[in-house]
């Protein structure tokens, strides 16, 4: 088993590259934080790790996109909840893994065959064609 090399970068910015064929690709510019990879070189393709935005605390309909409840017939403050999270006296509690309002986002994202369209060793930055997860100016790992 070959042992990946492990780089770290930043997220610079979101953009478009326009091919000679006339085909447009997007994809996120990566700062290469440390001395340039000669691995980065010969590849067409990494696997890339971020860290998605956080979103805080996030009820259900945000984060699991429920209907919520009527707005009519009785209902009068309950249009955002849940409704029923279990059953009644047999098993007596709620399953685990049941989806409930909670914080959303902040988590680790990986990528795998992420194509490296450019790579500029001068500006030390690589336009690979996929959207990197987390804010701009965040870390990213790169994995060649």
Partial sequence: ?????????????????????????????????????????EASSLKLSGWSKGRGFAGVIKKYHFAGGPATHGQSDRERHRGSSGQTTTPGRVYPGKRMAGRMGGTKVTLKNAPILLRDRTKKQVFVGVPVPGAFGSKVILYV
């Fill in 1 to 41: 088993m070959i042992m990946a090399e492990k780089i770290e970068g930043k997220k610079l910015k979101m953009s478009q590259i326009f091919e000679e064929t006339g085909v447009v690709r997007s994809g996120t510019y990566i700062l290469i934080s440390s001395d340039w990879p000669e691995a980065l070189d």
